[in-house]
Nanobody, 124 residues
Framework: QVQLVESGGGLVQAGGSLRLSCGASGRTWSNYGMGWFRQAPGKEREFVAAISWRGATTYYADSVKGRFIISRDNAKNMVYLQMNNLKPEDTAIYYC?????????????????WGQGTQVTVSS
């Protein structure tokens, strides 16, 4: 059974840091592009970051560029999102996603598998 499980969310003050983790099981995730998306209350789900199967290519939303870093450890089937200098507008549920292809992509429709999400709340 294909499964993605996020962890690491929580409450943090503005300017602080969090690291989200995504554990993948059920297939060889090292061959798949992975991404992070988020959804704030009353808003649509939006792209945050993506990484290709070997980690050679990464993409970031303009709103997080320079503050967030996506990485992966294929030996452990893990994907991470290091979030630094957090802002109240980063408050959202963060979702890990996997796609049946090796490339990093920004469109949510191209992802086949989704986790349940982890809440990140940034206080001002």
């Amino acid at each position: 059974q294909v499964q993605l499980v996020e962890s690491g969310g929580g409450l943090v003050q503005a300017g602080g840091s969090l690291r989200l983790s995504c554990g993948a099981s059920g297939r060889t995730w090292s061959n798949y592009g992975m991404g992070w998306f988020r959804q704030a209350p009353g808003k649509e789900r939006e792209f945050v970051a993506a990484i290709s199967w070997r980690g050679a290519t990464t993409y970031y939303a303009d709103s997080v560029k320079g503050r967030f870093i996506i990485s992966r450890d294929n030996a452990k089937n893990m994907v991470y999102l290091q979030m630094n200098n957090l802002k109240p507008e980063d408050t959202a549920i963060y979702y890990c996603a996997g796609r049946s292809g090796p490339l990093a992509v920004v469109e949510s429709i191209q992802y086949d598998y989704w986790g349940q999400g982890t809440q990140v709340t940034v206080s001002s």
